[in-house]
């Protein structure tokens, strides 16, 4: 068991941890406690108003968002991992005894793949942006 | 490449999926129909190359994939399965502009537990097993328009990630410990798990993980609502399906490679086999709705086929296995019964709420005559009665108990098998001693054909046990080499 996990070392590697955890943990009331004793303080009914860059605030702040903003994040998030998968395939190959044809074959088949879901992606529609 | 041939189920069952995908978006509504029969020629061609190969013992992709007996025999119970509810799709899909998800997602979750089966790694066995799991929890909600269905969807979606988490964490225990995820190596690596704590906190975590997708008891809670709000046709690839790849999991997982901790396992299995099936039983007595009773008696099922994981010997296990098969073909068929009774009440009352409630099944012996005979079979089966299929497993089940010495199991086993009689017989008064509210209307052919396809597998391994019984056998073997 010591062999493979060395207890007493783990926890000696954790006290970095453990002091960003304690300074974490301080730092906000220490800053608050700052402001609150040095910032001047001044009242007027504009400081209540809603902040929105500057200018006057506009409408409600609880609108819907368009569903197509998730259909958009969705689709970036598969294409995404198919990068992801690209990058362990370039690393894993180098010198593992597969030749460059079977692993470019295999990761074409992949690709492939992923192809069919591109193509049902854009045949419904979900690339164009509001229909 | 030879060896490639023994994927070719799976590879069979992708290529028809994205055949299926692709053909769909250029079929109007009226015309995808014919992706049905597709999805089906594709199950039932993978079905054939899995049964032409069986009994091959294979380790492929550097150890991460272990073709064999027990592998390949629960690939059969997924295409029978999937096979079913592929052709009794046809009827439910009918006319839907999305029957292409519809059969993509059957297909893709087919694979999915076909590579549970053959996983011999922990991290291909959670791929595949979330592979599955995504797949049905889109199923679950394929009615959005119906707010019984997105319920069951949610809340499937929602204590299966939990579950997924649960099972990865136990994993993560189990790769820590031991510092392989190949199941084999795990098994020669346990005395590093065995001797610390982390062993009986990944136990504990897994039997959670794979106990939420065989909805053992505690874990239970999403099963019921699940299964009544999913269409009845996903709820026949869920219990029939997905259930049994969570058995497939756990027994490659503990028995493969968590032998040695077999002791604290087997204490856990015995009370949650007796907690589940005397809870499914007992609650699924007081239950009118037929796809509700129909998950709780699912429940009780899975209790009986966990006592394989208590008694552990190879004719347990054998009867454990084969209770998969004859559960596949009995849950799947009373789940498509149930989506032709559900159909027929529909047509009659497009606001009907409950339209799977035990007053819909009224006489209908003389309305659907055909759905209604399935029916009784499947329903007599689940309770044990000869000839049937699930007479045979329950015998070789239960007998092996009372030969290995746990007689206080078997007779609460058998004592829950008669309290279930009551809920199933019920459904045959209903069917045939009720006077029927309606005239006989014409059985859609797509149910006729999946449920008499059922009854033929129910009637075939009750009659004629002697290959299937060999055939689970063998199954057995690869878990508990040389015990025949």
């Not at chain 2, 062993?199 to 997708?213: H, P, R």
Request: glycine share 6%; charged share 10%; proline share 4%.
């Amino acid at each position: 068991m010591s062999v493979i996990i060395d207890s007493s070392n783990i926890i000696n590697s954790y006290i970095p941890v453990a002091v960003f955890l304690v300074v974490s943990l301080l730092m906000p009331p220490a800053t608050m406690a700052m402001v609150k004793l040095l910032s001047p303080r001044s009242k007027s009914p504009n400081k209540y108003a809603t902040y929105e860059c500057g200018s006057d605030p506009l409408g409600d702040a609880r609108i819907q968002f368009n569903v197509e903003y998730y259909l958009y994040a969705i689709a970036f998030v598969v294409f995404d991992i198919e990068v992801l998968f690209l990058y362990p395939w370039a690393m894993v190959y180098i010198g593992n005894g597969v030749d460059m044809v079977t692993a470019i074959v295999e990761m074409l088949i992949f690709i492939f793949v992923m192809l069919f879901g591109y193509a049902y992606l854009w045949k419904k529609g979900a690339l164009k942006w509001m229909n | 490449m030879a060896d490639l041939m023994l994927l070719a189920p799976e590879i069979t069952l992708l290529v028809t999926g994205l055949t299926v995908l692709l053909l769909g978006l250029f079929l109007s509504a009226h015309s995808k129909k014919i992706l049905g029969y597709i999805a089906t020629l594709g199950c039932l061609v993978a079905f054939v190359l899995t049964l032409n190969s069986f009994g091959t013992t294979a380790v492929m992709f550097s150890n991460s994939l272990s073709i064999d007996a027990l592998s390949q025999f629960f690939k059969l119970v997924f295409l029978t399965v999937a096979i079913l509810v592929s052709i009794a799709s046809i009827k439910y899909t009918d006319g839907n502009d999305h029957a292409d998800e519809y059969y993509v997602l059957v297909l893709f979750a087919t694979i999915g537990m076909m590579m549970v089966a053959s996983a011999n790694d922990l991290m291909v066995l959670f791929v595949a097993f979330e592979l599955a799991s995504l797949a049905t929890y889109a199923l679950a909600g394929f009615e959005k328009k119906n707010p019984a269905s997105i319920e069951a969807a949610m809340k499937y979606f929602m204590i299966g990630s939990l579950s997924a988490a649960l099972l990865l964490l136990g994993i993560g225990y189990v790769y820590g410990a031991t510092g392989t995820t190949n199941i084999p190596e795990v098994a020669q690596n346990i005395g590093l798990l065995a001797s610390s704590p982390m062993g009986i906190l990944s136990l504990v975590l897994l039997i959670a993980g794979f106990g939420f997708k065989i909805a053992l008891v505690p874990f239970h809670m999403w099963a019921p609502d699940t299964y009544q709000g999913a269409p009845s046709v996903v709820s026949a690839l869920l219990a029939a399906g997905s259930k049994k790849m969570g058995f497939v999991a756990a027994f490659k997982v503990f028995i493969t490679g968590l032998i040695a901790l077999q002791a604290d396992w087997q204490m856990a299995f015995a009370i949650l086999a007796v907690i589940t099936m005397t809870y499914g039983n007992i609650v699924a007595l007081s239950q009118t709705s037929v796809k509700r009773m129909l998950a709780y008696s699912s429940l009780a099922q899975a209790g009986y086929i966990s006592m394989a994981f208590v008694v552990m010997t190879p004719m347990a296990l054998t009867g454990g296995i084969l209770y998969a098969l004859s559960h596949g073909f009995m849950k799947a068929g009373a789940f498509i019964a149930t989506a032709a009774v559900v159909y027929m009440a529909t047509s009659e009352n497009k606001d009907i709420l409950k339209a799977d409630h035990l007053d819909s099944f009224k006489g209908l012996g003389k309305r659907m005559p055909i759905t209604a005979l399935c029916l009784t079979v499947f329903v007599l089966a689940l309770a044990g009665i000869p000839p049937t299929a699930g007479f045979m497993s329950k015998f070789v089940l239960f007998s092996s108990t009372i030969e290995s010495g746990l007689v206080w199991l078997a007779v609460i086993a058998i004592l829950n098998s008669a309290v279930s009689l009551y809920y199933y017989a019920r459904v045959v008064r209903y069917m045939y001693a009720m006077p029927a509210e309606g005239e006989r209307i014409s059985e859609p052919a797509p149910y006729v054909v999946a449920l008499l396809l059922a009854v033929a597998g129910v009637l075939a391994i009750g009659l004629w046990p002697e290959p299937f019984v060999n055939m689970a056998m063998e199954a057995a073997n690869v878990l508990i080499p040389g015990g025949m």
